[in-house]
């Protein structure tokens, strides 16, 4: 069974710098892509970024000038670094397998089949 | 535009049906996916693709798309049903994923 495991600093002060690193258990990374999503408390989900077990990113373009997701198979494990945190940021942080089911000629499509807990991190002065 | 639009709260008498809709441009051409999401916990896949069904999923929930519209069916929905419901959808043109703003489902 695929298990994730988000780790990282969980209170950090507006303008500083989040980093999380998922850590992925129970299977490879290959075939697969990765994900980073959040959820501010009380409101919905909001897709951060994906990255392939190859190290090919994508971005949520309103998040894509402070955010960048990279990759170390060799760890099993992904990460996700966020620029100039403001209160905005506070939001549980998920990680999740992105599994593609299927394929066409403007790329893939998957759904997210593990799923870590999640973690809070918070941002205040 | 990129986004796409839920019902924000949708009720239903314990074992009967319900719809939760999901609406968006993106799914004119695309698949959408549905999650749910109880307090305290990360998302489940229920549907994916055009009308496909994690394992361990119970065969009272499907998926089904119509122009611009995605549908999630509960047929006999139970207790455990109550939770909340997210769409998503790939806009690969852009190389964005979508989020729908969630249904809170109540089993009355």
């Known amino acids: 069974q695929v298990q994730l495991q988000e780790s990282g600093t969980g209170l950090l002060k507006p303008s500083e710098t989040l980093s999380l690193t998922c850590s992925v258990s129970?299977?490879?990374?290959?075939?697969?892509?990765w994900t980073w999503i959040r959820q501010p408390p009380g409101k919905g989900l909001e897709w951060i970024g994906s990255?392939?077990?190859?190290?090919?990113?994508n971005y949520n373009p309103s998040l894509k000038s402070r955010v960048t997701i990279s990759v170390d198979t060799s760890k099993n494990q992904f990460s996700l670094r966020l620029t100039s945190v403001t209160a905005a940021d506070t939001a549980v942080y998920y990680c999740?397998?992105?599994?593609?089911?299927?394929?066409?000629?403007?790329?893939?499509?998957?759904?997210?089949?593990?799923w870590g807990q999640g973690t809070l991190v918070t941002v205040s002065s | 535009s990129s986004e796409l639009t839920q019902e924000n709260a949708v009720s239903v008498a314990l074992g009967q049906t319900v719809r939760i809709t999901c609406q968006g441009d993106?799914?004119?051409?695309?698949?959408a996916n549905w999650y749910q999401q109880k307090p305290g916990q990360p998302p489940v896949s229920v549907i994916y693709?055009?009308?496909n069904r994690p394992s361990g999923i119970p065969d009272r929930f499907s998926g089904s798309i119509s122009g611009n519209t995605a549908s999630l069916t509960i047929t006999g929905a139970q207790a455990e049903d109550e939770a909340d419901y997210y769409c998503t959808s790939r806009d690969n043109s852009v190389n964005l994923l979508l989020f729908g703003g969630g249904t809170k489902l109540t089993v009355l």
């Open positions: 993106s799914l004119r051409a695309y698949f």
């Open positions: 990255i392939s077990h190859t190290g090919n990113t």
């Open positions: 129970g299977g490879s990374m290959r075939t697969y892509y």
């Open positions: 693709g055009r009308n």
């Open positions: 999740a397998r992105d599994y593609p089911f299927y394929y066409d000629n403007s790329g893939y499509y998957g759904y997210f089949d593990f």
